[in-house]
């Protein structure tokens, strides 16, 4: 098993600005759940992506809501993934999708978490008054996924 932490961001920033949520994932036990660099951002608007470009480790991965950021990373140390995720949700019909898109295509270029995990997790947690959403969480994950297989660039 693994070990995580995370620290959303709720605030004044929700509303428009930039909101953030750190999530570290180990095999030992977590001290400290804030990093100064971290290892992979996924970034859905252009607030984002110009804080947190800079800050992501070199070696590391920025996936990049491409619906909302035209920007294209200018760092080459970094393996970039630029994904259509809020064009994609809305095309399966739920623009709230976008977040599942994202971590669809976050679960194809780095391997935190088997796939079937996740989905016996999901099943497993989303609230009753959402279970028919399970389904479309599924498929939004799938797109992601699938968009990863096919559009990774590594720097």
Excluded at 89 to 114: F, H, K, Q, W
Aim: aromatic fraction near 6%.
């Amino acid at each position: 098993g693994k070990e995580v932490t995370w620290i959303p961001s709720y605030g004044p920033e929700m509303r428009g600005g930039t909101a953030h949520c750190f999530v570290v994932i180990s095999d030992e036990p977590i001290g400290a759940p804030v990093v100064a660099h971290p290892k992979i951002a996924v970034v859905f608007n252009k607030p984002s992506f110009l804080k947190y470009e800079p800050l992501v480790a070199a070696g590391g991965a920025l996936i990049v809501n491409s619906s909302l950021v035209a920007e294209v990373p200018s760092r080459t140390d970094l393996t970039t993934l630029r994904v259509p995720a809020t064009e994609i949700a809305e095309r399966l019909g739920n623009p709230r999708m976008t977040n599942m898109v994202l971590l669809g295509a976050l679960l194809g270029i780095r391997d935190l978490v088997s796939y079937d995990v996740l989905h016996t997790s999901l099943a497993e947690h989303i609230p009753a008054h959402h279970r028919n959403l399970l389904d479309l969480n599924y498929q939004a994950l799938s797109e992601g996924y699938g968009v990863a297989e096919s559009r990774v660039i590594a720097g």
